[in-house]
């Protein structure tokens, strides 16, 4: 006898392909923010501390903006 309870129907199969292509798109973001763009935000906090003035993170958001436009959300 055939169990209609296990069926996986569509939309469940392409939630959770969706939900696959998601998490690695969080993966890709993730590996590139902390290899690509940490660095940046860390020296504009730090020039800021030292010079006593507000932080420039002009590159770093472009940088952020970069990534997100590399590995778009689905």
């Known amino acids: 006898m055939i169990d209609w309870t296990k069926l996986n129907k569509a939309k469940d199969v392409s939630d959770a392909e969706h939900l696959r292509m998601r998490d690695s798109v969080v993966s890709q973001r993730l590996a590139a923010y902390r ?3 940490d660095q940046l935000k860390v020296e504009a906090d730090y020039d800021a ?4 003035s ?6 770093w958001v472009a940088k952020v903006k970069e990534i997100k436009e590399r590995f778009p959300m689905p």
């Open 35 to 37: 290899a690509e763009s």
């Open 49 to 52: 501390a030292v010079s006593g």
């Open 54 to 59: 507000k932080p420039d993170y002009t590159a």
